[in-house]
């Protein structure tokens, strides 16, 4: 790990700590899975709303392995493509109590074999039930990671073998778990807080608009 990489963690935890948290309520594995397979392309806030009456109805996997698609649509609107994961929810429900005796399996090739779920989902499995180091890599992880030069590519999966190179494997849960709060609180995609930052200095982005700012002055 280079020095600048240790710098960049330390003011992380410096400023959020090191306490594993996830922003997702749940209280069984199957109940984290499902809520991660509702928060793509949707807020945390909203699925633990949906979720709050969600598991109650459907109180068992069995439930929503026979839970009839239309229903579960209008129960998961809110959350955004709702038809493909009223579907996936359902084929996966069915898949984890057909062959895996209603167990979420901890191997990263089972978890990402089951309808709907991706490296992302399987990575949140892992990392939040089974304390398998993992690098989570959302929308906030990929944009931040490439402001500060920790990961260059767009691909998420790249983006996570790059992540897993530079970082220490202690900080592979715990890194994306900052870097969520980072991003909802000051590097936002769009007009991000860069006066307020603490990570200002290791920020590439934020000094080629410094150097483009400074030449446009010279030039006036």
Not at 165 to 189: E, M, S
Request: charged fraction near 30%; charge should be positive; proline fraction near 3%.
């Amino acid at each position: 790990m280079t020095k600048r990489t240790r710098e960049i963690l330390g003011l992380l935890d410096e400023v959020y700590g090191t306490e594993y948290k996830c922003y997702l309520n749940y209280e069984t594995p199957w109940q984290l899975l499902i809520a991660t397979m509702l928060s793509a392309q949707c807020t945390d806030a909203r699925v633990n709303l949906v979720t709050e009456t969600l598991f109650k109805k459907y109180d068992s996997l069995e439930k929503f392995a026979d839970a009839d698609v239309k229903e579960l649509e209008q129960d998961i609107h809110s959350t955004g493509f709702y038809h493909s994961k009223a579907k996936n929810i359902i084929a996966c429900a069915k898949r984890l109590v057909e062959d895996y005796n209603g167990e979420v399996p901890k191997e990263l090739d089972r978890l990402t074999s089951l309808a709907g779920v991706g490296r992302k989902t399987a990575n949140v499995i892992r990392g939040n039930i089974f304390h398998e180091p993992s690098v989570v890599v959302d929308t906030h992880v990929k944009r931040i990671s490439g402001r500060l030069g920790l990961a260059k590519s767009d691909d998420p999966v790249k983006v996570e073998q790059e992540l897993m190179k530079v970082l220490p494997k202690d900080h592979w849960i715990l890194y994306n778990i900052q870097i969520i709060t980072f991003g909802r609180q000051i590097c936002f995609a769009r007009n991000p807080k860069c006066e307020e930052c603490f990570l200002q200095k290791y920020c590439l982005e934020y000094k080629e608009r410094k150097k483009k700012s400074h030449g446009n002055l010279c030039g006036d």
